[in-house]
């Protein structure tokens, strides 16, 4: 496909750690958005017969909200930097990083979103939040009241969103700083909410780097599936990246542009 080769030859390539090529697993089968062991076959088959339509374009837009200090700004510098800050500088507003990953061969960028918890820069990153295909709420494993405004960052953010089109996950952070025993009692509030609002529940540190990239995978990896099977629903029988033959008794493209749009990208 012409227009696919020329894109590819403008950016420069995918960094070689951002290759996915095996579908990363769950953390817990108990609150996971799916628990398959393997990309969905209608998407591993697009993607080898180069039928992805317009996702190797595409950016998902991922927003990152919770509670001051739980920690998402560092979650967000482990993965794009590989960097830690034992200092806490409060983000004011929002903060954006780019991430490019290859998945099954097709370029996927993922545009992460880093909004402020502080409840005086609240209303600057809310208006940040539309548009957003994941969602991803952080608390802190070692603050209960973390968890417990879950809900609340949930309602916020699915405000500015179509809530059938949102992927959801649940990040507990610095997990390194609790015991297991205090950490599986946490856990099993988490994975209760998780199940609740449908997220994906994760735990991470962004010190040690536990799960952290794992996690990020995961999300750039169920955000390539769902957008692939959005186009290919798009297509209907149409194939994608096939020329469109139009005559005066097909209306085909106009039935497929008159469908709801997935609520995902800029
Ligand atoms: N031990 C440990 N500390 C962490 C971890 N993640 C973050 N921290 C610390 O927690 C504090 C807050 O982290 P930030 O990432 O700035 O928190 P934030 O959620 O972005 O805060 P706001 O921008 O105000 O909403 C900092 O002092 C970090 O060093 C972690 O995994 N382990
Ligand atoms: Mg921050």
Not at 16 to 42: G, S
Not at 158 to 180: I, R, W, Y
């Amino acid at each position: 496909m012409s227009v696919r080769i020329s894109a590819m030859s403008v950016l420069p390539p995918v960094r070689k750690d951002r290759v996915i090529a095996q579908l990363p697993q769950c953390y817990r089968k108990e609150a996971a958005l799916h628990t398959k062991e393997e990309f969905n076959n209608k998407v591993k088959t697009a993607c080898q017969e180069q039928r992805t339509g317009t996702v190797g374009f595409k950016i998902s837009k991922v927003i990152v909200v919770g509670d001051l200090a739980v920690g998402k700004t560092c979650l967000i510098n482990r993965f794009c930097k590989d960097a830690f800050d034992k200092n806490y500088k409060a983000t004011i507003g929002v903060d954006f990083e780019m991430e490019r990953f290859e998945v099954l061969g097709v370029p996927f960028s993922l545009q992460l979103w880093d909004t402020a918890g502080q409840e005086r820069f609240k209303c600057i990153a809310s208006t940040y939040y539309r548009g957003a295909q994941v969602v991803i709420i952080v608390f802190d494993v070692n603050d209960v009241a973390s968890l417990g405004h879950v809900r609340q960052w949930l309602e916020d953010a699915l405000k500015e969103n179509d809530p059938t089109a949102v992927q959801l996950f649940l990040v507990g952070t610095k997990k390194d700083l609790s015991s297991p025993a205090q950490y599986s009692q946490i856990e099993q509030d988490a994975l209760k909410i998780a199940q609740e609002i449908t997220a994906e529940y994760w735990a991470v540190s962004s010190l040690t780097g536990e799960n952290v990239n794992e996690f990020f995978f995961r999300v750039a990896s169920l955000a390539f599936e769902t957008n692939v099977l959005a186009e290919l629903e798009k297509s209907g029988t149409r194939q994608i990246g096939e020329v469109v033959k139009i005559n005066s008794t097909s209306n085909n493209l106009y039935t497929t542009s008159k469908k709801k749009q997935p609520n995902c990208c800029q």
